[in-house]
């Protein structure tokens, strides 16, 4: 092994290294969500994943920024394999191993090139709607300050990786000479003549390794992590129909041991640990895992929030910010347990109130258009019952109107004042 | 229901009347409209009159799970005890709940919403439906989110509206995209929080922009909304009615 590559197994070892320390901490904070059952349908799980993850079913419902996300995640993927042809390069100093195999490098680096363009001209599209057109869903109060900015910064990043990819093909003169592949590199060559190209071909080639590494620790940072995490994601996805939300089982125990008229109501509590501190959720630890896993998937594109009813009309509630506050929080949480040596240390603050409001709350319709919106079976519904669930059962904090209905309900088995025994009077009138 | 019961019978199907449609003075009219097509097809069905109670949706979508379940386990108590197999109800709210959210509660029934087991009447004959006053009326439906999105019924009500030889024309926003009423969730029974506009308002709007003759339902409280949509922004143009009012009403029931 020579010099360069030690330097860059370190720092490959080293990207690597420090994303997977990441990626550790990702999953103990999804861990601290309660447990839920997601066993069973295995099948339609995995048909789920292929076809919405991997396929982009739900991506394309809107056309253009469908496409285009398509040309971008087809690009990423497949010039990912070039990336193997880097790390062997780099570890065993040779140069373009896979060369050897003939014509069919030529023809596999021609469509890599394709690709880069391709994904170029789409992130140039995405950076002007995002900046120029400034498309409605971007421009939401939950998108100002680093939302705004890391969507951007993504852009770049991606930009620049993928120019880089073009003049590290460009300024290879062996590469060039071949005129094998060089389908969009051979018009950019031209530009470098007179300059030192092993020199330039040799930083791109380094920048173009060291950026991808670098953008692989940002993920953990940033939005983007949607790219990995929709996998898992759409697998976990409900698999029930949206119109079913779950029954609590504590609840359920309770409403049991009321109706058993053999339960001897002044036996000592055999509390077995079946019974919740809390019913509903104020912080991230109430919720269930998956829900967890939601909010780290997020990606921000606003679908949801741009379906949603309430939104339209103008009321605070936006089922994005839902999923962002959820996701801040579960950082702050994370890096609390950072702070205090792998325990949580209470902070005065909780995700209900400190991060999302009553009144965002009670402006849900539980139409499920943001569950329906989303590309990558995101459920913020769930997670609005849960807190709707705490401030009803624990802080009897529901709005005086739903009070009534509720007692209507609880006396006379409907929500408006009329008497049980008038349900039939319909027939005679 | 009982009466049933006492005469050793089963009916073919309960008929789950709902809060909507035993109490509400719009949506009784929907419960008649409905019980004159069952007559009409020869169907024997009961109601559970007086024993009927709320199936605890609003309360659980408001976050009452305990009164939820008290009411879940109740009905599911009486409709075991008369033995119950099938349900159809004309409220989607009902329908999700009897369907969905009853079963691990130990309530197993066939569920079917009003739109569903009329079409399936009509697929057996037992039924048939005329144009009559309706033909080349431009009709619209408007989606029940907890029959649509929630259910996945999309089908049924349009498969009825295109016999009654109307013109069937559809929102930019429908099926799977369908703009809620703003009335789910619990937000019937409450003012909507602050914001610049009512959904039933927007939502009647859009129906407008495709000027239909009346905007069809399959709920009773999309009904309540968009009759006050339409009461707000084109009184007198357009009429909401559901499904089992315009077959009824084309046949003269």
Redesign the interface.
């Known amino acids: 092994m020579n010099f360069p590559n030690v330097i860059f197994a370190f720092i490959l070892v080293l990207g690597i290294g420090f994303f997977a320390r990441n990626v550790g901490k990702l999953k103990r904070n999804i861990a601290l969500g309660k447990d839920v059952d997601v066993s069973g349908n295995t099948t339609i799980r995995w048909k789920n994943m292929a076809r919405i993850a991997l396929g982009q079913s739900k991506m394309v419902r809107r056309p253009i920024a469908g496409i285009l996300h398509v040309v971008v995640y087809i690009g990423f993927v497949i010039i990912n394999i070039e990336v193997l042809e880097i790390v062997i390069d780099g570890l065993f100093g040779t140069h373009r191993i896979f060369s050897g195999i003939g014509s069919l490098y030529g023809i596999l680096i021609g469509t890599f090139e394709i690709l880069a363009a391709l994904v170029f001209v789409a992130v140039i599209v995405f950076w002007f709607r995002r900046n120029v057109v400034k498309i409605r869903r971007f421009m939401s109060a939950e998108m100002k300050g680093w939302p705004k900015q890391d969507g951007n910064l993504i852009l770049y990043f991606e930009i620049v990786l993928m120019g880089l990819f073009i003049i590290m093909n460009a300024t290879d003169v062996e590469f060039q000479s071949l005129n094998s592949g060089n389908i969009i590199s051979q018009f950019f060559a031209p530009l470098f003549e007179g300059y030192n190209l092993h020199f330039i071909e040799r930083a791109a080639w380094w920048m173009h390794i060291v950026g991808i590494l670098i953008f692989l620790n940002y993920l953990y940072y940033s939005k983007h992590l949607h790219i990995l995490l929709a996998f898992p994601n759409t697998y976990y996805g409900s698999v ?6 779950n ?2 089982e504590a ?2 125990n ?3 041991l ?2 058993d008229p053999t339960i001897d109501p002044f036996a000592a509590s055999d509390d077995d640990g079946s019974t919740p501190d809390k ?2 959720a104020s912080d991230v630890q109430d919720l269930n895992w998956v829900q967890l896993l939601n909010a780290y998937t997020c990606t921000e594109c606003g679908r949801c929030t741009s ?1 949603c ?2 939104n ?6 936006s089922p994005r910010k839902i999923m962002m506050d959820t996701r801040d929080r579960l950082v702050e949480v994370g890096a609390n347990i950072d702070a205090n040596k792998g325990e949580f240390i209470a902070d005065g603050k909780q995700l209900l109130g400190d991060y999302i409001t009553n ?1 965002e709350l ?8 943001c ?2 919106a989303c590309p990558i079976s995101i459920d913020p519904l769930s997670i609005i ?1 849960e ?7 624990e802080q009897s904090a ?2 005086m ?2 009070n ?3 007692s209507n ?2 006396n006379n ?4 004042p ?1 008497n ?7 027939k005679n ?1 | 229901m009982a009466e049933y019961t006492a005469l050793g019978k089963q009916p073919e199907v309960l008929f789950w ?1 709902g ?1 909507a ?4 003075d719009r949506a ?1 009219k929907i ?2 409209a409905f019980v004159k097509l069952l007559h009409q097809a020869k169907v024997e069905f009961a ?1 559970l ?2 024993e ?3 199936t ?1 949706d ?10 939820f ?3 879940a ?1 109740t009905n599911i108590e009486v409709l075991n005890a008369y033995e119950v197999k099938k349900i159809v109800t004309a409220c989607p709210h009902c329908f ?1 709940t009897l ?3 009853y079963p ?2 130990g309530g197993d029934f066939q569920v079917m919403h009003h739109t569903q087991f009329l079409k399936s009447l009509l697929d057996e004959g037992r039924l048939s439906i005329e144009g009559g006053q309706f033909k080349g009326k431009r009709i619209t439906f408007h989606d029940p ?2 029959l649509g ?4 019924v999309y089908e049924a009500p349009r498969d009825l509206i295109k016999k009654l030889d109307a013109e069937l024309v559809e929102m930019k926003n429908c099926r ?2 369908g ?2 009423c ?18 039933n ?3 009647t709007e859009q129906a407008m922009e495709i000027k239909p003759d009346i905007i069809a339902a399959g709920c009773p409280f999309c009904n309540t909304m968009m009759t006050d949509g339409v009461k707000n922004k084109a009184e007198g143009q357009i009429e909401v009615m559901d499904v089992a009012e315009l077959i009824a009403n084309a046949k003269d029931l």
């Open positions: 029930k129909p949206k119109g079913e939300f029954n609590l609840v359920t309770e409403v049991k009321m109706m019913f509903g379906e009813p309430a339209q009309t103008g009321k605070k509630l009144e009670w402006a849900c319709t539980s139409c499920n258009a569950v329906e019952l807190m709707r669930r705490y401030l009803v059962m529901a709005p109107e739903l009534t209905m509720m309900i609880e088995g409907a929500p408006w009329y049980q025994m008038d349900r039939l009077n319909w009138e | 009347v809060c449609g035993s109490f509400d009784k419960t008649k109601v009159g007086t009927e109670s709320c605890g609003p309360a659980k979508r408001a976050g009452n799970e305990f009164l379940q008290m009411q386990v999700n369907k969905n959210e691990s509660l989110c907890y999105r929630a259910n996945d799977k995209k703009l809620c703003g009335a789910g969730g619990a937000q019937m029974f409450k003012d909507a929080e602050q914001g610049n506009k009512e959904i308002i927007e939502r």
